[in-house]
Protein backbone atom coordinates (compact mmCIF):
# COMPACT_ATOMS: atom_id res chain seq x y z
CA UNK A 1 0.00 0.00 0.00
CA UNK A 2 1.76 3.35 -0.85
CA UNK A 3 0.08 5.80 1.67
CA UNK A 4 2.25 8.56 0.42
CA UNK A 5 0.90 12.35 1.28
CA UNK A 6 -1.03 13.56 -1.80
CA UNK A 7 0.71 15.48 -4.19
CA UNK A 8 -0.05 19.19 -5.06
CA UNK A 9 -1.94 18.04 -8.22
CA UNK A 10 -4.10 15.47 -5.76
CA UNK A 11 -4.50 18.37 -2.92
CA UNK A 12 -5.96 20.60 -5.92
CA UNK A 13 -7.92 17.69 -7.09
CA UNK A 14 -9.64 17.14 -3.43
CA UNK A 15 -9.86 20.67 -2.39
CA UNK A 16 -13.25 20.50 -4.13
CA UNK A 17 -14.92 18.17 -1.45
CA UNK A 18 -12.50 19.15 1.77
CA UNK A 19 -13.57 22.80 1.14
CA UNK A 20 -17.61 22.15 1.91
CA UNK A 21 -16.74 19.71 4.71
CA UNK A 22 -14.14 22.09 6.38
CA UNK A 23 -17.00 25.42 6.57
CA UNK A 24 -19.10 22.47 7.93
CA UNK A 25 -16.87 22.12 10.51
CA UNK A 26 -16.32 25.56 11.19
CA UNK A 27 -19.84 27.03 11.17
CA UNK A 28 -21.12 25.16 14.37
CA UNK A 29 -18.66 27.09 16.43
CA UNK A 30 -20.07 30.53 15.65
CA UNK A 31 -23.87 29.36 16.25
CA UNK A 32 -23.79 30.22 20.31
CA UNK A 33 -26.14 31.34 21.66
CA UNK A 34 -26.33 35.65 21.94
CA UNK A 35 -28.28 38.38 21.67
CA UNK A 36 -30.94 39.19 18.95
CA UNK A 37 -28.53 42.05 17.44
CA UNK A 38 -25.45 39.85 16.98
CA UNK A 39 -26.88 36.95 15.90
CA UNK A 40 -28.86 38.57 12.72
CA UNK A 41 -24.46 39.01 11.97
CA UNK A 42 -24.26 35.49 12.80
CA UNK A 43 -26.17 34.09 10.24
CA UNK A 44 -24.93 36.62 7.55
CA UNK A 45 -21.42 35.55 8.33
CA UNK A 46 -22.68 31.86 8.33
CA UNK A 47 -24.04 32.37 5.21
CA UNK A 48 -20.98 33.97 3.49
CA UNK A 49 -18.71 31.10 4.95
CA UNK A 50 -21.27 28.63 3.30
CA UNK A 51 -20.96 30.21 0.01
CA UNK A 52 -17.33 31.02 0.06
CA UNK A 53 -17.22 27.28 0.51
CA UNK A 54 -19.11 26.57 -2.34
CA UNK A 55 -17.53 29.04 -4.73
CA UNK A 56 -13.90 27.62 -3.67
CA UNK A 57 -14.95 24.16 -4.76
CA UNK A 58 -16.43 25.24 -7.73
CA UNK A 59 -13.18 27.19 -8.92
CA UNK A 60 -11.08 24.17 -7.84
CA UNK A 61 -13.60 22.14 -10.05
CA UNK A 62 -13.48 24.92 -12.92
CA UNK A 63 -9.77 24.73 -12.52
CA UNK A 64 -9.46 21.12 -13.01
CA UNK A 65 -11.56 20.72 -15.56
CA UNK A 66 -9.07 22.74 -18.07
CA UNK A 67 -6.69 20.02 -17.31
CA UNK A 68 -6.29 16.80 -19.58
CA UNK A 69 -5.22 14.60 -16.67
CA UNK A 70 -7.81 13.45 -14.78
CA UNK A 71 -6.23 12.46 -10.73
CA UNK A 72 -6.52 10.32 -8.63
CA UNK A 73 -5.75 9.73 -5.24
CA UNK A 74 -6.12 6.18 -3.25
CA UNK A 75 -9.38 5.33 -3.63
CA UNK A 76 -10.92 8.43 -5.49
CA UNK A 77 -11.06 9.65 -8.69
CA UNK A 78 -11.56 12.57 -9.82
CA UNK A 79 -12.12 12.26 -13.19
CA UNK A 80 -14.61 14.29 -15.81
CA UNK A 81 -17.30 12.90 -14.71
CA UNK A 82 -16.51 13.35 -11.12
CA UNK A 83 -16.04 16.82 -12.21
CA UNK A 84 -19.35 17.44 -13.81
CA UNK A 85 -20.83 15.82 -10.92
CA UNK A 86 -19.04 18.38 -8.27
CA UNK A 87 -20.25 21.26 -10.44
CA UNK A 88 -23.57 19.82 -10.58
CA UNK A 89 -23.64 19.25 -6.64
CA UNK A 90 -21.86 22.93 -5.84
CA UNK A 91 -24.32 24.77 -7.69
CA UNK A 92 -27.63 23.20 -6.46
CA UNK A 93 -26.36 23.10 -3.12
CA UNK A 94 -25.18 27.55 -3.73
CA UNK A 95 -29.31 27.55 -5.43
CA UNK A 96 -30.47 26.20 -2.25
CA UNK A 97 -28.55 27.83 0.29
CA UNK A 98 -29.73 31.54 -1.17
CA UNK A 99 -32.75 30.30 -1.36
CA UNK A 100 -33.04 29.13 2.45
CA UNK A 101 -31.97 32.79 3.44
CA UNK A 102 -35.17 33.63 2.41
CA UNK A 103 -36.95 30.42 3.31
CA UNK A 104 -35.77 30.97 7.23
CA UNK A 105 -36.58 34.22 6.78
CA UNK A 106 -40.75 34.07 5.83
CA UNK A 107 -41.09 30.94 7.83
CA UNK A 108 -38.86 32.07 11.00
CA UNK A 109 -35.61 30.85 11.73
CA UNK A 110 -34.85 28.06 13.47
CA UNK A 111 -31.78 27.86 15.68
CA UNK A 112 -29.51 25.83 14.01
CA UNK A 113 -26.89 23.85 11.69
CA UNK A 114 -28.89 23.39 8.69
CA UNK A 115 -26.18 25.16 6.42
CA UNK A 116 -23.80 22.90 8.07
CA UNK A 117 -25.59 19.83 7.73
CA UNK A 118 -26.07 20.89 3.92
CA UNK A 119 -22.30 21.25 2.89
CA UNK A 120 -21.63 17.65 5.01
CA UNK A 121 -24.17 16.17 2.95
CA UNK A 122 -22.59 18.56 -0.66
CA UNK A 123 -19.11 16.84 0.39
CA UNK A 124 -20.54 13.04 1.04
CA UNK A 125 -22.26 12.99 -2.25
CA UNK A 126 -19.08 14.34 -4.01
CA UNK A 127 -17.34 11.32 -2.02
CA UNK A 128 -19.94 9.26 -3.46
CA UNK A 129 -20.01 10.25 -6.63
CA UNK A 130 -16.27 9.65 -7.45
CA UNK A 131 -15.16 6.23 -6.32
CA UNK A 132 -15.85 3.21 -7.32
CA UNK A 133 -14.36 1.32 -4.32
CA UNK A 134 -17.38 0.05 -2.17
CA UNK A 135 -16.26 1.27 1.08
CA UNK A 136 -15.61 4.51 -0.01
CA UNK A 137 -18.96 4.29 -1.75
CA UNK A 138 -21.01 3.01 1.16
CA UNK A 139 -19.23 6.31 3.52
CA UNK A 140 -20.35 8.29 0.94
CA UNK A 141 -23.51 7.18 1.06
CA UNK A 142 -23.93 7.08 4.86
CA UNK A 143 -21.79 10.99 4.57
CA UNK A 144 -24.55 12.68 2.35
CA UNK A 145 -27.90 10.47 4.08
CA UNK A 146 -27.08 11.47 7.76
CA UNK A 147 -27.07 14.60 7.94
CA UNK A 148 -30.29 14.76 5.00
CA UNK A 149 -31.95 12.72 7.62
CA UNK A 150 -31.70 15.36 10.22
CA UNK A 151 -32.28 18.82 7.42
CA UNK A 152 -35.45 16.95 6.66
CA UNK A 153 -36.25 17.75 10.42
CA UNK A 154 -34.99 21.31 10.71
CA UNK A 155 -38.47 22.88 11.40
CA UNK A 156 -38.54 21.45 14.88
CA UNK A 157 -41.63 23.73 16.03
CA UNK A 158 -43.85 21.63 13.53
CA UNK A 159 -44.95 17.97 14.04
CA UNK A 160 -45.28 16.67 10.44
CA UNK A 161 -41.37 18.15 9.85
CA UNK A 162 -40.02 15.19 12.51
CA UNK A 163 -42.11 12.71 11.25
CA UNK A 164 -41.07 12.90 7.61
CA UNK A 165 -37.58 13.32 9.31
CA UNK A 166 -38.24 9.66 11.31
CA UNK A 167 -39.65 8.23 8.24
CA UNK A 168 -36.97 9.07 6.01
CA UNK A 169 -34.19 7.67 8.56
CA UNK A 170 -36.12 4.42 8.67
CA UNK A 171 -36.43 3.98 5.51
CA UNK A 172 -32.85 5.13 4.21
CA UNK A 173 -31.58 3.25 7.33
CA UNK A 174 -33.12 0.00 5.78
CA UNK A 175 -32.03 0.70 2.58
CA UNK A 176 -27.93 1.90 3.60
CA UNK A 177 -28.08 -1.82 5.55
CA UNK A 178 -29.44 -3.39 2.11
CA UNK A 179 -26.82 -1.93 0.23
CA UNK A 180 -23.87 -2.36 2.84
CA UNK A 181 -25.56 -6.66 2.38
CA UNK A 182 -24.85 -6.31 -1.00
CA UNK A 183 -21.50 -4.93 -0.55
CA UNK A 184 -20.53 -7.83 1.84
CA UNK A 185 -21.78 -10.68 -0.28
CA UNK A 186 -19.82 -9.05 -3.42
CA UNK A 187 -16.84 -8.52 -1.53
CA UNK A 188 -16.39 -12.32 -0.11
CA UNK A 189 -17.65 -13.99 -3.39
CA UNK A 190 -14.67 -12.01 -5.30
CA UNK A 191 -12.09 -10.50 -2.39
CA UNK A 192 -12.40 -7.63 -3.89
CA UNK A 193 -14.25 -4.23 -3.13
CA UNK A 194 -13.28 -2.23 -6.15
CA UNK A 195 -16.23 -2.83 -9.04
CA UNK A 196 -14.40 -1.77 -11.39
CA UNK A 197 -12.29 -4.68 -10.56
CA UNK A 198 -15.07 -6.91 -9.92
CA UNK A 199 -16.56 -6.42 -13.38
CA UNK A 200 -13.48 -8.19 -15.30
CA UNK A 201 -13.35 -11.28 -12.65
CA UNK A 202 -15.09 -12.90 -15.34
CA UNK A 203 -16.23 -16.57 -14.86
CA UNK A 204 -17.48 -18.18 -12.12
CA UNK A 205 -18.39 -15.51 -9.19
CA UNK A 206 -20.78 -13.82 -11.87
CA UNK A 207 -23.09 -16.50 -12.57
CA UNK A 208 -23.56 -17.79 -8.87
CA UNK A 209 -27.23 -16.91 -7.56
CA UNK A 210 -25.49 -15.61 -4.10
CA UNK A 211 -23.75 -13.30 -6.48
CA UNK A 212 -26.67 -11.52 -7.84
CA UNK A 213 -28.54 -11.68 -4.34
CA UNK A 214 -25.30 -9.35 -3.85
CA UNK A 215 -26.33 -6.96 -6.94
CA UNK A 216 -29.75 -7.09 -6.19
CA UNK A 217 -29.27 -5.59 -2.63
CA UNK A 218 -27.23 -3.03 -3.76
CA UNK A 219 -29.55 -2.24 -6.61
CA UNK A 220 -32.12 -1.49 -3.69
CA UNK A 221 -29.49 0.89 -2.33
CA UNK A 222 -28.85 2.79 -5.30
CA UNK A 223 -32.52 2.71 -6.40
CA UNK A 224 -33.69 4.06 -3.07
CA UNK A 225 -32.10 7.17 -3.45
CA UNK A 226 -32.94 7.61 -7.37
CA UNK A 227 -36.34 7.18 -6.08
CA UNK A 228 -37.68 5.00 -8.72
CA UNK A 229 -41.25 2.82 -7.94
CA UNK A 230 -40.88 0.48 -5.94
CA UNK A 231 -38.67 2.21 -3.44
CA UNK A 232 -40.57 5.73 -3.89
CA UNK A 233 -42.82 5.30 -0.81
CA UNK A 234 -40.64 8.14 1.44
CA UNK A 235 -40.29 10.78 -1.24
CA UNK A 236 -43.82 12.46 -0.94
CA UNK A 237 -43.73 12.68 2.77
CA UNK A 238 -40.15 13.55 3.17
CA UNK A 239 -40.03 16.28 0.33
CA UNK A 240 -43.90 17.95 1.79
CA UNK A 241 -41.99 17.71 5.37
CA UNK A 242 -38.44 19.52 4.91
CA UNK A 243 -38.30 23.47 3.68
CA UNK A 244 -39.11 24.17 0.32
CA UNK A 245 -35.35 24.58 -0.75
CA UNK A 246 -33.78 21.78 0.94
CA UNK A 247 -36.31 19.61 -0.70
CA UNK A 248 -35.44 20.87 -3.74
CA UNK A 249 -31.72 19.99 -3.27
CA UNK A 250 -32.41 16.35 -2.13
CA UNK A 251 -34.71 16.11 -4.90
CA UNK A 252 -32.04 17.27 -7.49
CA UNK A 253 -28.45 16.39 -5.95
CA UNK A 254 -29.92 12.79 -4.04
CA UNK A 255 -30.93 11.77 -7.20
CA UNK A 256 -28.38 13.12 -9.54
CA UNK A 257 -25.25 11.62 -7.48
CA UNK A 258 -27.41 8.27 -7.15
CA UNK A 259 -27.69 8.06 -11.03
CA UNK A 260 -24.02 8.79 -11.59
CA UNK A 261 -23.13 6.21 -9.42
CA UNK A 262 -25.06 3.71 -11.07
CA UNK A 263 -23.26 4.86 -14.49
CA UNK A 264 -19.99 4.26 -12.41
CA UNK A 265 -21.34 0.90 -11.46
CA UNK A 266 -22.65 -0.24 -14.76
CA UNK A 267 -21.43 1.10 -17.44
CA UNK A 268 -22.86 -0.30 -20.33
CA UNK A 269 -24.76 -3.81 -20.77
CA UNK A 270 -21.70 -5.61 -21.70
CA UNK A 271 -19.44 -4.53 -18.61
CA UNK A 272 -20.83 -6.66 -16.62
CA UNK A 273 -20.65 -10.21 -19.06
CA UNK A 274 -23.47 -12.03 -21.15
CA UNK A 275 -25.05 -13.84 -18.08
CA UNK A 276 -25.48 -10.78 -15.41
CA UNK A 277 -25.70 -8.18 -18.06
CA UNK A 278 -29.29 -9.23 -19.14
CA UNK A 279 -30.47 -9.67 -15.63
CA UNK A 280 -29.30 -6.01 -14.74
CA UNK A 281 -30.78 -4.77 -17.71
CA UNK A 282 -34.21 -6.89 -16.98
CA UNK A 283 -34.50 -5.33 -13.79
CA UNK A 284 -33.96 -1.72 -14.74
CA UNK A 285 -36.53 -2.01 -17.80
CA UNK A 286 -39.43 -3.02 -14.79
CA UNK A 287 -38.15 -0.24 -12.37
CA UNK A 288 -38.03 2.08 -15.36
CA UNK A 289 -42.11 1.21 -16.99
CA UNK A 290 -43.11 0.66 -13.30
CA UNK A 291 -41.67 4.32 -12.30
CA UNK A 292 -43.38 5.84 -15.69
CA UNK A 293 -47.16 4.48 -14.94
CA UNK A 294 -46.57 4.91 -11.09
CA UNK A 295 -46.02 8.06 -10.28
CA UNK A 296 -47.60 9.90 -13.19
CA UNK A 297 -50.80 8.51 -12.62
CA UNK A 298 -50.50 9.33 -8.61
CA UNK A 299 -48.91 12.68 -9.61
CA UNK A 300 -52.53 13.52 -11.08
CA UNK A 301 -54.58 12.89 -7.98
CA UNK A 302 -52.59 15.11 -5.69
CA UNK A 303 -53.92 18.15 -4.45
CA UNK A 304 -50.99 19.80 -2.85
CA UNK A 305 -48.74 21.02 -5.25
CA UNK A 306 -45.68 20.51 -3.37
CA UNK A 307 -46.78 16.61 -3.47
CA UNK A 308 -47.39 16.62 -6.95
CA UNK A 309 -43.46 18.16 -7.74
CA UNK A 310 -42.43 15.14 -5.64
CA UNK A 311 -44.66 12.80 -7.61
CA UNK A 312 -42.52 14.61 -10.67
CA UNK A 313 -39.12 13.95 -9.40
CA UNK A 314 -40.19 10.36 -9.13
CA UNK A 315 -41.10 10.16 -12.65
CA UNK A 316 -38.16 11.89 -13.84
CA UNK A 317 -36.34 8.94 -11.56
CA UNK A 318 -38.36 6.80 -14.68
CA UNK A 319 -36.58 8.90 -17.50
CA UNK A 320 -33.63 8.75 -16.46
CA UNK A 321 -33.00 4.66 -15.56
CA UNK A 322 -34.46 4.67 -19.43
CA UNK A 323 -31.39 5.61 -20.32
CA UNK A 324 -29.55 3.01 -18.56
CA UNK A 325 -31.69 0.46 -20.09
CA UNK A 326 -30.22 1.34 -23.26
CA UNK A 327 -27.01 1.84 -21.77
CA UNK A 328 -24.71 3.36 -25.18
CA UNK A 329 -22.55 6.06 -24.64
CA UNK A 330 -25.07 8.32 -25.74
CA UNK A 331 -27.69 7.64 -23.98
CA UNK A 332 -25.62 8.18 -21.13
CA UNK A 333 -24.54 11.70 -22.25
CA UNK A 334 -28.15 12.44 -22.83
CA UNK A 335 -28.46 11.63 -18.71
CA UNK A 336 -25.68 13.65 -17.64
CA UNK A 337 -27.45 16.60 -19.70
CA UNK A 338 -30.84 15.71 -18.47
CA UNK A 339 -29.51 16.03 -15.24
CA UNK A 340 -27.79 19.39 -15.37
CA UNK A 341 -31.27 20.49 -16.89
CA UNK A 342 -33.19 18.79 -13.99
CA UNK A 343 -31.02 20.75 -11.74
CA UNK A 344 -32.15 23.75 -13.28
CA UNK A 345 -35.80 22.84 -13.54
CA UNK A 346 -36.68 21.19 -10.18
CA UNK A 347 -34.54 24.34 -7.91
CA UNK A 348 -36.50 26.67 -10.16
CA UNK A 349 -39.70 24.54 -9.31
CA UNK A 350 -39.23 24.35 -5.38
CA UNK A 351 -37.52 27.80 -5.38
CA UNK A 352 -41.03 29.13 -6.54
CA UNK A 353 -42.49 28.06 -3.34
CA UNK A 354 -40.50 30.35 -1.20
CA UNK A 355 -40.17 32.67 -4.53
CA UNK A 356 -44.17 33.51 -4.33
CA UNK A 357 -43.84 33.62 -0.55
CA UNK A 358 -45.63 30.31 0.78
CA UNK A 359 -45.06 29.21 4.24
CA UNK A 360 -46.03 26.40 6.20
CA UNK A 361 -48.72 23.77 5.11
CA UNK A 362 -49.57 26.26 2.06
CA UNK A 363 -48.36 24.25 -0.93
CA UNK A 364 -52.02 23.33 -2.39
CA UNK A 365 -53.11 24.70 -5.89
CA UNK A 366 -55.31 26.22 -3.94
CA UNK A 367 -53.35 28.63 -2.15
CA UNK A 368 -51.57 29.19 -5.71
CA UNK A 369 -54.45 31.35 -7.25
CA UNK A 370 -53.51 33.90 -9.18
CA UNK A 371 -50.30 34.10 -8.13
CA UNK A 372 -49.02 34.47 -12.05
CA UNK A 373 -50.54 37.92 -12.35
CA UNK A 374 -49.58 39.26 -8.89
CA UNK A 375 -45.38 38.81 -9.90
CA UNK A 376 -45.05 38.64 -13.68
CA UNK A 377 -41.77 37.57 -13.67
CA UNK A 378 -41.71 34.60 -11.71
CA UNK A 379 -45.30 33.69 -13.28
CA UNK A 380 -42.96 34.00 -16.34
CA UNK A 381 -40.18 31.80 -15.26
CA UNK A 382 -42.45 29.01 -13.25
CA UNK A 383 -44.64 28.86 -16.99
CA UNK A 384 -41.03 28.05 -18.73
CA UNK A 385 -39.75 25.67 -15.90
CA UNK A 386 -43.10 23.97 -15.78
CA UNK A 387 -42.99 23.30 -19.63
CA UNK A 388 -39.76 22.10 -19.56
CA UNK A 389 -40.44 19.67 -16.63
CA UNK A 390 -43.45 18.21 -18.67
CA UNK A 391 -41.07 18.21 -21.88
CA UNK A 392 -42.45 20.36 -24.39
CA UNK A 393 -40.31 22.09 -27.36
CA UNK A 394 -37.62 23.86 -27.69
CA UNK A 395 -37.02 23.53 -24.00
CA UNK A 396 -34.24 22.03 -22.06
CA UNK A 397 -36.43 19.39 -21.33
CA UNK A 398 -37.37 18.02 -24.35
CA UNK A 399 -33.85 17.55 -25.38
CA UNK A 400 -32.86 15.49 -22.51
CA UNK A 401 -35.69 13.05 -22.92
CA UNK A 402 -34.95 13.13 -26.85
CA UNK A 403 -31.80 12.23 -26.57
CA UNK A 404 -32.55 9.02 -24.23
CA UNK A 405 -35.76 8.15 -26.41
CA UNK A 406 -33.50 8.39 -29.62
CA UNK A 407 -31.10 6.07 -28.31
CA UNK A 408 -33.80 3.68 -26.72
CA UNK A 409 -34.97 3.18 -30.70
CA UNK A 410 -31.79 2.90 -31.69
CA UNK A 411 -31.24 -0.04 -29.55
CA UNK A 412 -34.56 -1.57 -30.33
CA UNK A 413 -36.60 -0.63 -27.36
CA UNK A 414 -39.00 1.18 -29.40
CA UNK A 415 -42.33 0.05 -26.69
CA UNK A 416 -40.42 1.94 -24.12
CA UNK A 417 -39.68 4.93 -26.25
CA UNK A 418 -43.52 4.86 -26.71
CA UNK A 419 -44.51 4.55 -23.32
CA UNK A 420 -42.05 7.37 -22.49
CA UNK A 421 -43.23 9.63 -25.11
CA UNK A 422 -47.01 9.04 -23.21
CA UNK A 423 -45.84 9.35 -19.72
CA UNK A 424 -45.22 12.67 -20.99
CA UNK A 425 -47.80 13.59 -22.02
CA UNK A 426 -50.13 12.04 -19.10
CA UNK A 427 -47.34 14.44 -17.22
CA UNK A 428 -48.59 17.68 -19.47
CA UNK A 429 -51.71 17.17 -16.93
CA UNK A 430 -50.38 18.08 -13.72
CA UNK A 431 -47.91 20.26 -14.57
CA UNK A 432 -50.49 22.40 -16.47
CA UNK A 433 -52.73 22.24 -13.78
CA UNK A 434 -50.31 24.33 -11.70
CA UNK A 435 -49.92 26.58 -14.65
CA UNK A 436 -53.69 27.15 -14.43
CA UNK A 437 -53.65 28.05 -11.07
CA UNK A 438 -51.12 30.66 -11.76
CA UNK A 439 -52.72 32.56 -13.95
CA UNK A 440 -56.20 31.49 -14.72
CA UNK A 441 -57.74 31.15 -11.53
CA UNK A 442 -58.79 34.55 -9.42
CA UNK A 443 -57.86 34.06 -5.90
CA UNK A 444 -60.82 33.57 -3.22
CA UNK A 445 -61.74 37.34 -1.33
CA UNK A 446 -59.51 35.92 1.58
CA UNK A 447 -56.78 35.03 -0.41
CA UNK A 448 -56.87 38.95 -1.54
CA UNK A 449 -57.88 40.26 2.54
CA UNK A 450 -54.71 38.13 3.46
CA UNK A 451 -52.72 39.49 1.01
CA UNK A 452 -53.30 43.18 1.31
CA UNK A 453 -52.94 42.58 5.09
CA UNK A 454 -49.29 40.88 4.89
CA UNK A 455 -45.98 42.48 5.26
CA UNK A 456 -44.06 42.83 2.34
CA UNK A 457 -42.65 39.08 1.95
CA UNK A 458 -38.54 39.04 1.55
CA UNK A 459 -37.92 36.88 -1.37
CA UNK A 460 -35.25 38.24 -3.61
CA UNK A 461 -32.69 36.13 -3.33
CA UNK A 462 -35.33 32.98 -3.90
CA UNK A 463 -36.68 35.08 -6.90
CA UNK A 464 -32.89 35.34 -8.42
CA UNK A 465 -32.13 31.66 -8.00
CA UNK A 466 -35.89 31.09 -9.89
CA UNK A 467 -34.67 33.24 -12.71
CA UNK A 468 -31.52 31.30 -12.93
CA UNK A 469 -32.75 28.30 -13.42
CA UNK A 470 -35.68 29.23 -16.13
CA UNK A 471 -32.51 30.93 -17.98
CA UNK A 472 -30.90 27.54 -17.99
CA UNK A 473 -33.98 25.77 -18.65
CA UNK A 474 -34.26 28.34 -22.24
CA UNK A 475 -30.00 27.95 -23.02
CA UNK A 476 -30.27 24.07 -22.65
CA UNK A 477 -33.18 23.70 -25.01
CA UNK A 478 -31.23 26.47 -27.57
CA UNK A 479 -27.46 26.06 -27.01
CA UNK A 480 -27.68 21.90 -26.04
CA UNK A 481 -24.70 21.04 -27.98
CA UNK A 482 -22.43 23.38 -26.14
CA UNK A 483 -23.75 21.90 -23.27
CA UNK A 484 -23.45 18.48 -24.65
CA UNK A 485 -20.12 18.54 -26.15
CA UNK A 486 -18.03 20.73 -23.55
CA UNK A 487 -19.50 18.51 -20.46
CA UNK A 488 -21.68 15.29 -20.86
CA UNK A 489 -19.82 13.68 -23.85
CA UNK A 490 -16.30 14.36 -22.39
CA UNK A 491 -17.32 12.92 -18.27
CA UNK A 492 -18.94 9.77 -20.34
CA UNK A 493 -15.54 9.45 -22.92
CA UNK A 494 -13.76 9.59 -19.63
CA UNK A 495 -15.81 7.10 -17.78
CA UNK A 496 -15.60 4.44 -20.76
CA UNK A 497 -12.17 5.18 -22.19
CA UNK A 498 -13.08 5.75 -25.55
CA UNK A 499 -10.66 8.16 -26.28
CA UNK B 1 -10.01 -20.34 19.58
CA UNK B 2 -12.11 -23.15 19.84
CA UNK B 3 -15.37 -21.59 19.71
CA UNK B 4 -14.00 -19.12 16.11
CA UNK B 5 -13.06 -22.11 14.17
CA UNK B 6 -16.73 -22.44 13.16
CA UNK B 7 -16.81 -23.29 9.43
CA UNK B 8 -17.68 -19.94 6.76
CA UNK B 9 -21.29 -21.62 6.30
CA UNK B 10 -21.91 -21.28 9.97
CA UNK B 11 -21.15 -17.97 10.23
CA UNK B 12 -22.51 -16.73 7.02
CA UNK B 13 -26.06 -18.74 8.18
CA UNK B 14 -26.03 -16.68 11.44
CA UNK B 15 -25.44 -13.40 9.42
CA UNK B 16 -28.21 -14.03 6.87
CA UNK B 17 -30.45 -15.13 9.64
CA UNK B 18 -29.90 -11.82 11.58
CA UNK B 19 -30.30 -10.30 8.93
CA UNK B 20 -33.87 -11.46 7.91
CA UNK B 21 -34.55 -11.18 11.60
CA UNK B 22 -33.98 -7.14 11.43
CA UNK B 23 -35.63 -6.72 8.21
CA UNK B 24 -38.71 -8.23 10.05
CA UNK B 25 -38.65 -6.49 12.85
CA UNK B 26 -38.54 -3.30 10.81
CA UNK B 27 -41.56 -3.99 8.42
CA UNK B 28 -43.84 -6.01 11.23
CA UNK B 29 -43.23 -4.00 14.43
CA UNK B 30 -44.87 -1.02 15.44
CA UNK B 31 -42.66 0.45 18.00
CA UNK B 32 -39.82 3.21 16.83
CA UNK B 33 -37.25 1.88 18.97
CA UNK B 34 -37.80 -1.76 18.12
CA UNK B 35 -37.53 -0.75 14.32
CA UNK B 36 -35.00 1.20 15.34
CA UNK B 37 -32.59 -1.62 16.66
CA UNK B 38 -34.12 -3.66 14.06
CA UNK B 39 -32.30 -1.69 11.80
CA UNK B 40 -28.60 -2.07 14.06
CA UNK B 41 -29.42 -6.04 13.84
CA UNK B 42 -29.16 -5.70 10.14
CA UNK B 43 -26.10 -3.72 10.23
CA UNK B 44 -24.28 -6.14 12.52
CA UNK B 45 -25.40 -9.07 11.02
CA UNK B 46 -23.64 -7.57 7.59
CA UNK B 47 -20.38 -7.04 9.98
CA UNK B 48 -20.94 -10.74 11.30
CA UNK B 49 -20.85 -11.67 7.55
CA UNK B 50 -17.89 -9.52 6.55
CA UNK B 51 -15.47 -10.65 9.06
CA UNK B 52 -16.23 -14.37 8.53
CA UNK B 53 -15.38 -13.48 4.75
CA UNK B 54 -12.56 -11.40 5.96
CA UNK B 55 -10.77 -14.31 7.90
CA UNK B 56 -12.12 -17.00 5.11
CA UNK B 57 -9.93 -15.01 2.56
CA UNK B 58 -6.76 -15.17 5.24
CA UNK B 59 -7.53 -12.58 7.46
CA UNK B 60 -7.97 -9.91 4.63
CA UNK B 61 -7.19 -6.32 6.10
CA UNK B 62 -9.71 -4.85 4.04
CA UNK B 63 -12.31 -6.38 5.36
CA UNK B 64 -10.93 -5.93 9.11
CA UNK B 65 -10.81 -1.88 8.33
CA UNK B 66 -14.40 -1.71 6.64
CA UNK B 67 -16.07 -3.44 10.03
CA UNK B 68 -14.49 -0.09 11.54
CA UNK B 69 -16.06 1.92 9.73
CA UNK B 70 -19.38 0.42 10.01
CA UNK B 71 -19.27 0.44 13.65
CA UNK B 72 -18.30 4.38 13.45
CA UNK B 73 -21.44 4.57 10.83
CA UNK B 74 -24.09 2.92 12.56
CA UNK B 75 -23.09 4.94 15.69
CA UNK B 76 -23.63 8.24 13.78
CA UNK B 77 -26.91 6.42 12.64
CA UNK B 78 -28.02 6.18 15.93
CA UNK B 79 -27.23 9.87 17.23
CA UNK B 80 -29.22 11.33 14.03
CA UNK B 81 -32.07 8.43 14.96
CA UNK B 82 -32.67 8.56 17.96
CA UNK B 83 -32.95 12.91 17.71
CA UNK B 84 -35.30 12.56 15.61
CA UNK B 85 -37.39 9.82 18.08
CA UNK B 86 -37.21 12.64 20.66
CA UNK B 87 -38.18 15.79 18.40
CA UNK B 88 -41.63 13.02 17.55
CA UNK B 89 -41.87 12.19 21.51
CA UNK B 90 -42.05 15.87 22.34
CA UNK B 91 -44.90 16.24 19.61
CA UNK B 92 -47.28 13.86 19.68
CA UNK B 93 -46.08 11.86 23.10
CA UNK B 94 -45.85 8.30 21.50
CA UNK B 95 -43.46 6.39 20.26
CA UNK B 96 -46.00 4.44 18.07
CA UNK B 97 -45.45 4.83 14.14
CA UNK B 98 -48.96 4.01 13.87
CA UNK B 99 -49.90 6.96 15.31
CA UNK B 100 -47.26 9.16 13.10
CA UNK B 101 -49.43 9.18 9.88
CA UNK B 102 -50.28 12.74 9.36
CA UNK B 103 -48.42 13.25 5.89
CA UNK B 104 -50.80 10.66 4.18
CA UNK B 105 -52.64 12.19 1.35
Redesign the interface.
Known sequence: MNSALPTSAQWAALMPILFPALAAAVIPLALLDRDAGVQKWIRAGVYAVALFALGASFMFLAELGKQSSQPSYQQLRLDYLAQFTGIFIVVAAALAVLQSWDHFHQEGWVKGETISLLLFSVSGMMVFASTTNL?VL??GL?LFS?PL??LT?TL?SR??S??????Y??TG??A???F??G???L??LT?T?DISVMRLQAGTPLADPLFIVGIGLLLVGFLFKVSAVPFHQWT??VY??SPHPIAGFMSVATKGVAIVALIRAFPGLTAWGPVLGPKVQGVFMLVAVLTLVVANLTALV???AK?MLAYSSISHAGYLVLGLVAGTPGALTGMLFYLAIYLAMNMGAFGLFTAFGLVGEKDTYEDLRGLGWKHPLMGLCAALILFSLAGVPPLGGFYGKYMIFKELVATGHVNLAILGVLASLVSMGYYLRFIVALFLQAPTQAQEREATEAPVIQASLARGTVLVGAILVVAGGFMQTVLVDGFAHRAIQGLLGLR | MDLLSGTLQGYLLVAFLLFLIGLATVLLRRTLLLQFMGIELMLNAANVALLAFARWRGSDLQGTVFYLFIIAVAACEAAVGLALVIGLHRHRATTDADKASSLKQ
Open positions: LFLEIYAARSSSEGGLKFIAVAACLMIVIYGGLPDVAQTSR
